[in-house]
Nanobody, 124 residues
Framework: QVQLVESGGGLVQAGDSLRLSCAASGRTFSSYGMGWFRQAPGKEREFVGA????????YLADSVKGRFTTSRDNANNTVYLLMNSLKPEDTAVYFC?????????????????WGQGTQVTVSS
């Protein structure tokens, strides 16, 4: 069992940066690949990025590639999403999630555990 808690969201202006954190409980955190999703009002949950258990491999959605990066600190059971050059269209609730298997996937169904989400609002 893994419990996830996101933090770091807020209200920023276009062009600003934010770093989201996802703190995990559970002794097996380091064995899970992790993903980030976002959901804007009236829209489906959208894949943002994922990182393998070792941190050696990451995958980012085209919409955020070049602006966002994800990393992890297994010693502190935390995964991060660094968001640069934020745009108003990045406004959403951001969720972290733990993968069911070792394969990275963009599908929400491939994730076993989810955090409660943190709101990111980007004003123009």
């Amino acid at each position: 069992q893994v419990q996830l808690v996101e933090s770091g969201g807020g209200l920023v202006q276009a062009g600003d940066s934010l770093r989201l954190s996802c703190a995990a409980s559970g002794r097996t955190f380091s064995s899970y690949g992790m993903g980030w999703f976002r959901q804007a009002p009236g829209k489906e949950r959208e894949f943002v990025g994922a990182i393998k258990w070792s941190g050696a491999s990451t995958y980012l959605a085209d919409s955020v590639k070049g602006r966002f990066t994800t990393s992890r600190d297994n010693a502190n059971n935390t995964v991060y999403l660094l968001m640069n050059s934020l745009k108003p269209e990045d406004t959403a609730v951001y969720f972290c999630a733990a993968l069911k298997s070792v394969m990275l996937t963009t599908a929400p169904g491939g994730y076993a555990y989810w955090g409660q989400g943190t709101q990111v609002t980007v004003s123009s």
